[in-house]
């Protein structure tokens, strides 16, 4: 070949393909809820707190880093399956301090704050960091939040999707694999756009919806999506409106509050942890049409229920997957005019 035609496949080449993005250079510092974290080099021995860091660093195509996992809500994506059974599970909910340091990790990535912070169920993060272990705090957990208030925190802020693609940009960076990062972020971005479009098209804005997560006892008040956090993102980003009004991140509200809203769909919460009576979603549907209250909604007696991966509730991966599934359920789900 000659040098000539070696250029212009060259040319060719780079004009077709998206530029390679930089390597890392250590060491690397990266400030994380307003922590700053420094890497000497990529981790090698990464135990995560929360199904999401799990499956983001999976997703990253990094499993060979990952030696210990804990806090699952369902069961692992199938196409990390087979790397991820050959990976210990510390806990299935809340993991001990002294089994994740006991695996001598290099990185503890961890999904919300409630779990390693300031009243950290497994530890604080200057727990872990005298031992020279870097905790990575999910960015949607902490950003536009204050998780000293509720169970589960109360949004200052409104979750913004780009707080999702800096974690994965950040994973990326900090192990040098920049390139499957963005690949992902570019591919989410798209269906993202997609399953907006289809809204649109479809007459969202009729439609309204309550996200029900669990519930300490099928008699008491549900865990439901307030009106800030990830599920309600799905419903603006899709024109759709949470009849739920409460800064909460899952506040509980009275099945006679949300029965007097009268939401034009259900959203439930399907996982594979038992910790509440109300993980189960079967058992959530038998709830849903005996009760008296429950029973007259609308959403329950035309079977506008939407059963989703508690996972895809969160930010996660999974996220992109939920929001194409309530896309694709507006159609079905949009009043008569």
Same mark, same amino acid.
């Given at each position: 070949m000659s040098l000539r035609r070696l250029s212009l496949l060259l040319?060719?080449?780079?004009?077709?393909? *998206?530029?390679? !993005?930089?390597? &890392?250079?250590?060491?690397?510092?990266?400030? #994380?809820?307003?922590v700053p974290l420094t890497f000497a080099q990529p981790p090698q021995k990464t135990v995560t707190i929360g199904q999401a860091a799990t499956e983001m660093l999976y997703a990253l195509g990094l499993s060979q880093q990952v030696i210990?996992?804990?806090?699952?809500?369902?069961?692992?994506?199938?196409?990390?399956?087979?790397?991820?059974?050959?990976?210990?599970?510390?806990?299935?909910?809340t993991p001990s301090f002294e089994s994740v340091t006991g695996k001598r990790p290099d990185f503890v990535p961890v999904q919300f704050?409630?779990?390693?912070? *300031?009243?950290? !169920?497994?530890? &604080?993060?200057?727990?872990?960091?005298?031992? #020279?272990?870097?905790?990575y705090i999910l960015p949607s957990d902490c950003e536009g939040k204050n998780n000293r208030v509720g169970a589960d925190g109360t949004r200052l802020a409104a979750f913004k999707v780009e707080t999702l693609y800096k974690t994965l940009?950040?994973?990326?960076?900090?192990?040098?694999?920049?390139?499957?990062?963005?690949?992902?972020?570019?591919?989410?971005?798209?269906?993202?756009?997609?399953?907006?479009?289809?809204?649109?098209?479809?007459?969202?804005?009729?439609v309204s919806a309550v996200f029900w997560f669990s519930s300490p006892d099928l008699n008491s008040d549900p865990f439901v999506a307030g009106r800030k956090g990830i599920p309600n993102f799905m419903l603006d980003t899709l024109g759709m409106r949470n009849v739920i009004d409460s800064d909460e991140e899952w506040p509980t509200v009275g099945w006679e509050t949300i029965a007097k809203a009268n939401p034009t769909i259900l959203v439930i919460a399907r996982m594979d942890r038992r910790r509440f009576p109300a993980d189960d979603h079967e058992k959530k549907l038998a709830f849903l049409t005996s009760d008296p209250v429950t029973r007259n909604m609308d959403a329950v007696k035309h079977d506008r229920i939407v059963i989703m991966d508690a996972s895809a509730m969160e930010s996660s991966v999974r996220l992109f997957d939920g929001i194409e599934q309530l896309g694709a359920a507006v159609q079905s789900a949009t009043p008569a005019p």
């Open positions: 040319t060719g080449l780079m004009l077709s393909s *998206p530029l390679l !993005a930089a390597s &890392t250079q250590y060491p690397l510092t990266v400030d #994380n809820c307003g210990g996992t804990s806090l699952w809500f369902n069961d692992v994506l199938p196409q990390f399956k087979d790397a991820n059974d050959h990976i210990a599970r510390l806990a299935d909910n704050e409630w779990m390693v912070g *300031p009243q950290g !169920a497994v530890g &604080t993060r200057q727990q872990f960091h005298d031992l #020279n272990i870097p905790t940009a950040q994973l990326a960076m900090i192990f040098d694999v920049q390139d499957r990062g963005q690949q992902l972020i570019t591919g989410y971005q798209a269906r993202l756009a997609k399953a907006v479009e289809q809204a649109k098209t479809q007459g969202s804005h009729n």
